[in-house]
Structure formats: C-alpha cells, structure tokens
C-alpha cells in the first residue's frame, strides 16, 4: 500500500488528539510530557506473512492548554509502526496489497481517569475519523466482528468495508479495527486488504493482530 494511506492509519491518533480538549484539565508551570512505550508486530508473527516493515516513528503532539487562566504546554509522544504487503496485479487485473499500522497512546490518567478519547471512541468513530481525512476511503460500512487474542487480552476487531484508489483502480477493501488497554497505554491496530483477495490476505493480517507486542 502506498506511503500515503499507511500514514494516514498511522495517524489516526494524532488527529484525534489534536481536535480534542480532553487533556484541558491538567494544569501545572511545567510542560507535561506524556509518553506510550513502543508497539508493533514481532518478528516471528511478520516473518509468517507476505507483509514487511516499512517504518516505525514517534509521533509528538505539542499543545498549549489552558484552565482557570492558567496556560500549561502539554506533550504527547505516541508510536506508529507500520507494514505493508507490496503491491501486486493478477493475471486478471486484480489488485494484491495490505497495510497494517500499530499505534501505541498514552492513557493520559489523573487520579484514575484517563483523558485520552480514543478509550472512549467505538470502532465506527476511529473508522470515520480516518475516512473523513481521506478521500482515497469511501463508502465506509460495518460488516462484521471477531474475537482475537491481542497482548494477553480477548479483543473485539471490527471489519468495515470500503472503497480506496490504488493502482488506478477503485479497489472495494475491507478495513479492521482494534484497540486494547495495555499497561498505561493505548493499543490500536489497524489493517487493510482488498476484499477480492480476502482469503489471501486476510490470514497474514489475523498473525499480525496476534503478533502485536508492547
């Protein structure tokens, strides 16, 4: 998949973060530094897939908030581990590809509580908030749900359909959704295939999902 569509999975909680005024009530004269560890897929897990690692980034978000006039600098280290299954055309003209992005966020906790929104978003609002930053991911629409094993805990992943360019094609993709709590962070992984390759594709992004480690 191209550069351009694995930064935008990658992304997600960027822009979530950016356009939210969850972490608003923490206060202070020092710049709060909140930090994820890094996530991403094991080597053992990827060498079993046709998909490859095509970069791991952090990605510091720098805000000024303020509460009862008081201003305080907030920063936000997250970690977006991407792969990607090259691009390939079929004897047919079909289109073989997969995108697989691994997003480590802190909880942002006070007392208990954690201000980061992406806790409290369903799989369908993390899946709008990709697709209204893009317009390669169209006609998005929930298909289906299972149950995987993800860092030692039963997590629900959530598969959308959709339709992005690649390849100049319009290519019909299934889109699946996951997130976890994992120590103090957040946990989301995102991976994206063609619907047409689906039994192909599908079982290398099911090893990803059960390869994540944090």
């Given at each position: 998949?191209?550069?351009?569509?694995?930064?935008?999975?990658?992304?997600?909680?960027?822009?979530?973060?950016?356009?939210?005024?969850?972490?608003?009530?923490?206060?202070?004269?020092?710049?709060?530094?909140?930090?994820?560890?890094?996530?991403?897929?094991?080597?053992?897990?990827?060498?079993?897939?046709?998909?490859?690692?095509?970069?791991?980034?952090k990605a510091w978000i720098n805000r000024t908030v303020e509460r009862a006039g008081q201003e305080r600098e907030v920063r936000v280290q997250n970690h977006v581990s991407s792969y990607e299954r090259p691009v390939a055309m079929g004897a047919d003209g079909g289109v073989t590809f997969g995108a697989f992005v691994v997003v480590s966020?802190?909880?942002?906790?006070?007392?208990?509580?954690?201000?980061?929104?992406?806790?409290?978003?369903?799989?369908?609002?993390?899946?709008?908030?990709?697709?209204?930053?893009?317009?390669?991911?169209?006609?998005?629409?929930?298909?289906?749900?299972?149950?995987?094993?993800?860092?030692?805990?039963?997590?629900?992943?959530?598969?959308?359909?959709?339709?992005?360019?690649?390849?100049?094609?319009?290519?019909?993709?299934?889109?699946?959704?996951?997130?976890?709590?994992?120590?103090?962070?957040?946990?989301?992984?995102?991976?994206?295939?063609?619907?047409?390759?689906?039994?192909?594709?599908?079982?290398?992004?099911?090893?990803?999902?059960?390869?994540?480690?944090?």
């Open positions: 998949m191209d550069t351009s569509r694995t930064t935008l999975l990658g992304g997600l909680l960027v822009l979530v973060l950016l356009t939210s005024g969850c972490l608003g009530v923490i206060t202070g004269s020092e710049p709060l530094v909140l930090s994820a560890n890094e996530a991403g897929v094991s080597d053992a897990a990827l060498g079993g897939t046709d998909f490859q690692h095509a970069g791991t980034r966020t802190p909880q942002a906790s006070v007392a208990g509580q954690s201000f980061n929104p992406i806790g409290r978003m369903s799989h369908e609002q993390m899946v709008e908030q990709l697709a209204g930053q893009s317009a390669d991911v169209r006609d998005v629409q929930r298909e289906d749900s299972r149950t995987l094993a993800i860092l030692g805990t039963d997590a629900e992943v959530v598969r959308f359909s959709g339709v992005v360019q690649q390849a100049g094609q319009e290519v019909p993709v299934y889109v699946e959704v996951a997130r976890v709590e994992d120590g103090d962070d957040f946990v989301v992984a995102v991976g994206a295939y063609p619907q047409a390759t689906e039994d192909e594709v599908r079982p290398d992004v099911t090893t990803l999902f059960g390869g994540i480690e944090h």
